[in-house]
């Protein structure tokens, strides 16, 4: 009987993609002006920025760890984009390039001193706020030009940010899914006494992880700014735990190693999605968050009915 | 024979415009309107909703428009307000109406909006997209208002104690500004202290509280509103002589400043914004949509309350409300006049 079911593997990380279908629909039957080039480009190009911060949050989550900092990080980087970057481009870059030395650097203290990375993090996020309110005291600031002209960028077919998430999301998953060092970096998360063993340095891991987290901060930052057209100390503190939620809702788990990055960029489409959903829907703003915690309930339930059908 | 062309055509044109103009004086009936606001957590914020709640219904039911739906996002963030703008693009509203979470950061949403044909207005919270309209409020002169005051009724001037609002936001600076300002234009006043009340009254008084041991006499407190109230508190709970505090149109700042009338005849005076100014550009939408000539900056008016008025303001104030107006179309008219 069970073998005409598909295995509860191919489920679980047909999940995400089927939240999202089920989403979309809701949105076209309540919206059909939604489903055109113009619409989905509107519904969805806010959802890059939060893609990325939901890469950067899942490479934390891959070795066993959970990044509270991010929203403020990448404020933080949103504000150096809209001044810096734009005013003394090299500068700009340089202080980036800084951003993703720092959060390696982050890592590296993480495993060496056996910090618990939640209080780490949480304590550098107001490190970021504080610093982001140094560059820029007022909201304000330019996004430059380049940036700006990306974002707004209309391709033929679809929107942008479709080819745009398709393709990190693909390159994302050779590199940790398929690639022998992927699979390292997972098992750093997963079992980090036998890859040690196995002759790896838990370090390195643990801060190339960390550096691609800074890394994909840096892109949520200035894409966000593209699309914002400027900046605000408190521009992405939400991202925070959209982040964690994009990852979880993705097929993730925070105990490390059991990670899909396709799954979390959909999962940030989700997030996204259903912030529209709802306000279609005319609900109003109280029960709104309540109303965006039951999706992610739901998707969560259904996961671990998957699990339990997995399990028997 | 081709220029002759031309002008037969350019004078088609002509007239062809001046009857669109006519046209579209008419009516907006079938227009929508939606609001977007972005915080709704304290009385401010509610007696603005209640106020555009009261009279869109009405319009709506007259057939001035067919809907003015409002939005309220749920933790105050740009990107969720962007987001939010940008859904109103795809569900074919006619004018936004915006208080914005940000001045900046919400423009490549706004102007989204504004290339999709529809208009914008900001108020309170403005945004500084070129594209759309603002209702400003002059909230420098907001706070030089009350060193005016001050002045008038203390000319020897003394100690003041300055409670100001929410960190990082404009409306902050811009009031502070204003209270210096007045301040450097009076040098017999001088601010001792400075504490952040964040526009409630009960961090207000922690504040105040706080800093309170620390300072000399204190002849005046100078305010940002919902904040008068708490720091009378604390004064009163430190056991130090109730300096002049001004007020912030409160109902609980109002009925304090009443009691204490009655009982002692303290004087002051409260000064605010009238959260029915989401009314003010709820006309200005509809103006705007009629086809009016609406300059992009609008100045409104803060409303005032002084020592002979303060009886039928306050009785005209719910509990736990603000003092308020709600604007007519007549009042939006005169504004866009700019009478």
């Not at chain 1, 990448?74 to 870059?93: D, H, K, R």
């Not at chain 1, 391709?155 to 940790?176: D, E, M, N, R, W």
């Not at chain 2, 569900?91 to 950061?105: E, H, L």
Request: charged share 15%; with cysteine; glycine share 10%.
């Amino acid at each position: 009987m069970s073998t005409f079911l598909p295995s509860p593997r191919l489920l679980r990380s047909l999940l995400p993609a089927f939240s999202l279908t089920v989403i979309l629909i809701a949105i076209f039957y309540l919206q059909p002006r939604a489903m055109s080039y113009f619409g989905l480009n509107l519904l969805l190009n806010l959802a890059l920025p939060i893609a990325f911060a939901t890469l950067a949050q899942m490479c934390v989550i891959t070795v066993n760890d959970l990044d509270l900092g991010i929203g403020a990080f990448v404020g933080f980087v949103a504000c150096v984009g809209a001044t810096w970057l734009n005013e003394a481009p090299l500068l700009g870059a340089a202080v980036l390039l800084l951003c993703i030395l720092a959060y390696a650097a982050l890592g590296a203290l993480i495993h060496l001193r056996n910090l618990p990375s939640i209080v780490v993090t949480l304590g550098m996020s107001f490190f970021w706020l504080g610093l982001a309110l140094l560059v820029l005291p007022t909201p304000g600031g330019k996004a430059p030009d380049w940036v700006r002209a990306a974002m707004t960028f209309k391709a033929p077919g679809l929107p942008a940010t479709i080819y745009a998430s398709a393709l990190v999301a693909f390159v994302v998953h050779l590199a940790l899914m398929r690639s022998s060092y992927g699979t390292v970096l997972r098992g750093v998360g997963g079992n980090p006494r036998s890859v040690a063993r196995a002759g790896w340095s838990i370090l390195k891991a643990k801060m190339t992880m960390y550096a691609l987290a800074g890394f994909f901060g840096v892109l949520s930052g200035i894409s966000l700014i593209g699309l914002t057209t400027s900046a605000d100390a408190n521009i992405a503190l939400r991202y925070t735990l959209l982040s964690i939620a994009g990852v979880i809702l993705g097929g993730g788990e925070f105990v490390g190693g059991r990670i899909s990055p396709v799954g979390a960029v959909l999962g940030a489409m989700t997030l996204t999605l259903a912030g529209s959903f709802l306000s279609f829907l005319k609900i109003s703003p109280d029960w709104q968050i309540g109303a965006q915690g039951a999706i992610l309930i739901i998707v969560l339930a259904l996961r671990v009915v998957i699990n339990r059908t997995g399990a028997k | 024979m081709i220029r002759s062309k031309l002008k037969v055509l350019s004078l088609g044109v002509a007239i062809g415009l001046t009857a669109w103009s006519q046209m579209a004086v008419a009516d907006t009936s079938d227009k929508k309107i939606a609001l977007s606001n972005n915080y709704a957590g304290n009385s401010w914020r509610q007696a603005m909703l209640n106020s555009w709640e009261k009279i869109t219904s009405q319009a709506v039911k007259d057939g001035i428009v067919s809907s003015a739906d409002a939005f309220t996002t749920a933790e105050n963030q740009v990107t969720e307000q962007a987001a939010q703008i940008q859904n109103m693009i795809l569900q074919g509203y006619d004018a936004i109406v915006i208080n914005a979470a940000s001045p900046d950061a919400l423009n490549g949403a706004v102007e989204e909006a504004c290339s999709a044909g529809i208009k914008v207005i900001s108020f309170d919270g403005i945004v500084t997209a070129p594209c759309a309209w603002r209702i400003a409020i002059d909230f420098k002169q907001m706070g030089k208002e009350q060193l005016i005051y001050l002045a008038k009724h203390m000319p020897d001037g003394g100690n003041l104690l300055e409670i100001r609002g929410l960190a990082g936001v404009f409306v902050d600076d811009e009031i502070s500004a204003g209270i210096h300002e007045g301040v450097a234009e009076n040098p017999q006043f001088k601010i001792v202290g400075s504490v952040h009340g964040d526009w409630a009254q009960d961090v207000a008084q922690k504040a105040v509280a706080g800093i309170l041991p620390s300072l000399p006499e204190i002849t005046g407190v100078v305010t940002q509103g919902g904040d008068g109230y708490g720091a009378a508190q604390a004064f009163k709970a430190a056991d130090r002589p109730t300096p002049l505090i001004i007020m912030g149109n409160r109902q609980d700042e109002l009925k304090w400043w009443k009691e204490q009338k009655d009982a002692n005849g303290y004087k002051t005076m409260s000064v605010s914004i009238a959260p029915g100014v989401s009314t003010l550009a709820f006309w200005v939408a509809q103006q705007i949509l009629d086809g009016a000539d609406v300059p992009k900056e609008l100045v409104v008016p803060f409303l005032r309350v002084d020592q002979d008025d303060l009886e039928e303001k306050l009785a005209g104030t719910e509990v736990g409300s603000v003092a308020n107006v709600e604007y007519s179309l007549d009042d939006a008219k005169k504004v866009i006049a700019g009478e």
